[in-house]
């Protein structure tokens, strides 16, 4: 009898030391795969805006032919590929070969922009003309929550970032 009230309580200990160790683990465990989704959602929305945008140079702004791209017409390109990235905080910049850069922060304001890109000043429109987009994106974690040492805290922002170059190809 005197072993079993020793024991009174113990898994109760047990159970709380191995469930704050399962629940770091389980929100530490989505968190990363959150973060790594948004990352490669990210990556490959721009990387798909950069070789679309590759086809559509100085050919496409040639008389007769339409298949020219707005900057508005990427940004909401970039809007329905990065699903689960949201638009509001994702910071895009379109750079020509000639170091022409627009950018738009957040991206959303570009949504109306009808400004062709890429654009044929300086003849950065032409072929084999290189052209890149790059993007950044704030995460916003809830990982810092579990730092040791960091004190009361809100939510970390670990930074995403996402950049491509292709060839003009006609």
Avoid at 121 to 137: E, L, M, P
Wanted: positive net charge; glycine residues 10%.
């Amino acid at each position: 009898m005197k072993r079993k009230q020793r024991q009174r309580g113990s898994a109760m200990v047990e159970f709380a030391t191995a469930g704050v160790a399962s629940t770091l683990l389980l929100i530490s465990t989505f968190q990363l795969a959150l973060i790594m989704w948004n990352y490669h959602t990210l990556a490959f929305a721009i990387h798909e805006i950069t070789r679309y945008s590759a086809v559509r140079g100085y050919g496409c702004t040639r008389p007769g032919n339409t298949c020219s791209v707005t900057l508005g017409a990427l940004a909401t390109k970039i809007q329905s590929l990065g699903i689960g990235v949201p638009s509001n905080v994702v910071s895009v910049t379109f750079t020509t070969q000639s170091g022409a850069a627009t950018t738009c922060n957040p991206l959303n304001t570009c949504m109306t922009n009808s400004t062709v890109w890429p654009p044929s000043s300086n003849g950065d429109n032409g072929v084999r003309k290189k052209i890149t987009i790059s993007a950044s994106y704030q995460f916003n974690s809830a990982l810092i929550f579990f730092w040791p040492g960091v004190g009361s805290q809100g939510f970390g922002r670990i930074g995403l970032p996402a950049s491509s170059t292709q060839t003009i190809v006609f």
